[in-house]
Nanobody, 128 residues
Framework: QLQLVESGGALVQPGGSLRLSCAASGFSLGYYAIGWFRQAPGKEREGVSCISSSTGSTYYADSVKGRFTISSDNTKNTVYLQINTLRPEDTAIYYC?????????????????????WGQGTQVTVSS
C-alpha cells in the first residue's frame, strides 16, 4: 500500500531553517513525481515545489524560489524540502503528494489535482 509520511515540522524563529522529509513506502520513488504543498489557516492549499525522482527535474513556485530546495534520495525512498530564511508567512501545514510519472515535471505538478496520494502533513510555525 502506497504511503507517504511527512516529518520535520517545528516551531522556528524568523530567519531560521528547516528540512522537511517525505518518506515513501509501498512503492519505488524512482517512478514517481513528488510535490510539496502547504496550507495556512483559512487559505487554499498551495503547491510550492515538486520533483521528478526519475529525471531529477524540479519546479518551484515563484513565492519560494531562492529559499526552498527540493531533493530526492531514491536509496532512502525519501524526498526532502529544505526551507531557509523562514518567514511568518511560511506558517502552514506542509504536505507531500505522489503521482506515478517518469517525465520531467512541469508547472502542472503544482496543482493538487494532479496527484493520487497524499501524506498527513507536518506543521511548520514561524514565530518569535
Amino acid at each position: 500500500q502506497l504511503q507517504l509520511v511527512e516529518s520535520g515540522g517545528a516551531l522556528v524563529q524568523p530567519g531560521g531553517s528547516l528540512r522537511l522529509s517525505c518518506a515513501a513506502s509501498g512503492f519505488s520513488l524512482g517512478y514517481y513525481a513528488i510535490g510539496w504543498f502547504r496550507q495556512a489557516p483559512g487559505k487554499e492549499r498551495e503547491g510550492v515545489s515538486c520533483i521528478s525522482s526519475s529525471t531529477g527535474s524540479t519546479y518551484y513556485a515563484d513565492s519560494v524560489k531562492g529559499r526552498f530546495t527540493i531533493s530526492s534520495d531514491n536509496t532512502k525512498n525519501t524526498v526532502y524540502l529544505q526551507i531557509n530564511t523562514l518567514r511568518p508567512e511560511d506558517t502552514a501545514i506542509y504536505y507531500c503528494a505522489a503521482r506515478r510519472s517518469i517525465l520531467p515535471v512541469q508547472k502542472i505538478c503544482s496543482s493538487s489535482r494532479w496527484y493520487d496520494s497524499w501524506g498527513q502533513g507536518t506543521q511548520v510555525t514561524v514565530s518569535s
